[in-house]
């Protein structure tokens, strides 16, 4: 690990102001992903700047009936929290499936939303890695991608977003709430937090530069059958092949975000009008610009059988 500098911050304005005038800062908080980058010398940032002390760390409810929640809750918390079970409830098993408990009670709502890929070419400095190293090339393109996204991929990359509760998040329509280094607040709705890869995968979501998250806001309950449907090649927290976040209707209509297959959770709002007509009819539209490779094109099938059987057990429960 490369030598760093470290300050704590006592407001999120501070937070944010510190980070966009020390060049090649960091916020760090659980660090749970952000350490083991730095270990690696993936990440090597020359200035830390811990926001533990920010006071973002509550779950509240919102005048609009939705639920607030502070981007230092962590993981456990947020998934053991009585609102969220009732209300909310694929957000919960979306974060239980993620992560072992240890991790859990260290990982942050904002860290979690802005953990990077998990793509084994990513992380060994070994290999070449547009998103690591911009115009290095993308290993993974020639490689074993059995893991590797099949939509919204490019030329110079086909990493996955590695977050269940992102998933999560996205079927819910969350909205991020930030404030800028001038003290300005932003609400982004997470649609537009990701960005899928294009020609520069180094940019990873829309936040400027110093820019931190403080909460994510979810609107009011919708009701309906919740189900997160994670699919991994081991049961005890792999990251995902496949994972589908559903909200079922008993009409049968309802909402479906895919992990596991983009640089970001994978939501088609269009395909979701053909729920009724079964898993194949919105499979098809989900991922009517699927680009496989020889290693992953099963993953197009898969998804179709995750959601048939995520429908089912809707079903089942309704």
């Known amino acids: 690990m490369k030598a760093f500098t470290y300050e704590r911050a006592n407001l999120p304005v501070q937070a944010a102001s510190i980070a966009a005038r020390i060049k090649n800062s960091k916020f760090i908080a659980g660090g749970s992903n952000l350490l083991d980058l730095m270990k690696l010398q993936v990440e090597t940032p020359g200035h ?5 002390d920010l006071g973002l760390d509550k779950v509240e409810p919102t005048k609009e009936g939705g639920l607030r929640i502070g981007a230092l809750v962590r993981n456990t918390d947020l998934a053991a ?14 974060l239980l499936a993620g992560a072992s408990g240890q991790i859990r009670n260290q990982a942050t709502t904002a860290g979690n939303l802005l953990q990077r890929t998990r793509c084994p070419y990513f992380y060994d400095t070994n290999m070449s890695c547009n998103k690591r190293e911009p115009g290095a090339g993308c290993a993974a393109l020639g490689g074993y991608s059995r893991h590797h996204a099949i939509v919204g991929v490019s030329d110079q990359c086909i990493a996955t977003h590695p977050s269940d509760m992102a998933v999560a998040m ?22 537009e937090l990701h960005r899928l890869p294009g020609n520069t995968p180094h940019i990873e979501h829309s936040l400027e530069y110093g820019e931190l998250i403080t909460a994510v806001t979810l609107p009011p309950p919708i009701g309906g059958t919740h ?6 090649d081991r049961s005890s927290y792999a990251f995902a092949l496949v994972s589908v976040a559903a909200i079922i209707q008993r009409d049968g209509s309802g909402r479906i975000a895919l992990g596991g297959v983009a640089h970001k959770p994978w939501r088609f709002e269009e395909a979701e009008r053909g729920l009724r007509n079964g898993s194949k009819a919105i499979t098809s539209k989900l991922l009517a610009d699927a680009r496989t490779t020889h290693d992953n094109a099963f993953k197009v099938s898969l998804v179709e059988r995750t959601i048939a059987s995520v429908v089912n057990e809707a079903k089942g429960s309704a």
Not at 48 to 52: A, M, P, T, V, Y
Not at 170 to 191: K, M, Q, Y
């Open 170 to 191: 996205r079927v819910l329509d969350a909205t991020i709430e930030t404030v800028c280094a001038n003290g300005t607040p932003r609400t982004i709705p997470i649609a």
């Open 81 to 94: 929290n009585q609102l969220v079970r009732r209300d909310y409830a694929v957000l919960s098993r979306a």
């Open 227 to 232: 189900i997160y449907r994670k699919v991994r």
């Open 48 to 52: 830390l700047i811990d926001i533990n």
